[in-house]
């Protein structure tokens, strides 16, 4: 009985090879067409050789330095396929989406280091920004992120080279 099941599980795969065999009538099949990229090509105003874009305004209000002069940043991968940058307290890196639509753009799953500081508001809010964003314009010197097209979430300015 033992043998049997393995010698069963065989022919019925060799059977299932045998059933998607082309017949020798049939026309030939077509070679399949390339996949569909889900990336589309990296934006240089978006990507900008990997400098850091810095946070000057959240939810339609200014950002202010801490008190070592830091802002929340962002930087693209030059090829537009990852983001990382500092989210006010924590760094950050994650997976970044062109769309195939014109500016269309997703970000994450995004991961973060877990320091803890004494005011979180601003990384939170962040981070939650990040989470929402489906589009941008970036001009090389600003660049917006936005959800549904609507005001921007977002706004931030290129760090100087």
């Known amino acids: 009985m033992k043998t049997g099941l393995p010698r069963l599980l065989t022919l019925l795969g060799l059977l299932q090879l045998a059933a998607c065999a082309q017949s020798p009538g049939a026309a030939p099949t ?19 050789q990997a400098r850091p874009w810095r946070l000057v305004e959240l939810m339609g209000q200014p950002v202010k330095p801490d008190e070592q002069g830091r802002v929340p940043t962002l930087i693209f991968s030059a090829d537009g396929a990852s983001v990382s ?19 269309r753009l997703r970000l994450g799953p995004l991961a973060a280091t877990l ?9 939170q ?31 931030f300015e290129q760090s100087a080279p």
């Open 85 to 103: 940058g500092f989210a006010g307290c924590n760094s950050f890196s994650g997976q970044a989406s062109l769309g195939q639509g014109p500016q």
């Open 125 to 155: 809010q962040y981070l939650r920004m990040l989470d929402q964003v489906d589009g941008y314009f970036a001009d090389g010197r600003q660049l917006h992120l936005h959800r549904a097209r609507m005001a921007p979430l977002a706004r």
């Open 30 to 48: 077509q070679p399949a067409a390339p996949a569909v990229q889900d990336q589309a090509a990296a934006d240089p105003k978006l990507t900008a």
């Open 115 to 123: 320091r803890a500081c004494p005011d979180m508001t601003l990384e």
